[in-house]
Every structure is written in C-alpha cells, then in structure tokens.
C-alpha cells in the first residue's frame, strides 16, 4: 500500500504564497498520477491539479490555472504544490492523492488519500 503525509498548510494573507509537499512511502512504484484536491466548507471536494509520474501531462482546474503549479521530486517520493497569489477563495483543506491510473484528475480515480492540510486566506 501506498501511505501520503501532507504538509506545508497554514495562514497566508491575500496575495501570498504556500507551497505544500506530499510524501509517498510504501508501495510507491504504484503511483502513476499525483493530484491535488481541496475541499471547502460546505461545499463538494474539488480537484486542483495533477501530474502524472514521468511529469509528462499535467492538469489545472480553471480557478488556480496561472498561480498554482505542481511539480514532484521522484527521488524523494514526494510531490508538490506551490500556491502563488491566494485568494480567500482558495481557504480550504487541502488534500493530495495517489493514482494507479495515468492522466486522472477526478477524485473517484484515487486510491490513496493523504490525511489533509488547512489552507486559511485571509483577506
């Protein structure tokens, strides 16, 4: 099995920066897409961005596309996201996700779920 531990969330003022990390152990070699999602309150989890392992396809929701980029480190078994100009919007927590599938962005195609990061914008 595949275990994820996120870290990097915190409280960030309008404009600021974050970069969060997820690192992988365990049966890591299973890993074909890394993702990124967030959910706020009172609304449905959404997917952020994802890469797939050999850092060929990449995907951005709409909302972060020009401020948030995901990027991974193979040799550390980690992944990351660095958020750049956040918005009160962008408050949620923060979850990343392992994929046995290349090139999923959708949540239902996500085995492995770390245990999640706040993300608190201020304005």
């Known amino acids: 099995q595949v275990q994820l531990a996120e870290s990097g969330g915190g409280l960030v003022q309008t404009g600021g920066s974050l970069r969060l990390s997820c690192a992988a152990s365990g049966r890591t070699s299973t890993i074909r897409t890394m993702g990124w999602f967030r959910q706020a309150p009172g609304k449905e989890r959404e997917s952020v961005a994802a890469?797939?392992?050999?850092?060929?396809?990449?995907y951005y929701a709409d909302s972060v596309k020009g401020r948030f980029t995901i990027s991974r480190d193979n040799a550390l078994n980690t992944w990351y996201l660095q958020m750049n100009g956040l918005k009160p919007e962008d408050t949620a927590v923060y979850y990343c996700a392992a994929s046995p599938w290349i090139e999923r962005h959708l949540g239902h195609d996500y085995v492995r779920w770390g245990q999640g990061t706040q993300v608190t914008v201020s304005s």
């Open positions: 890469l797939t392992w050999s850092g060929a396809w990449t």
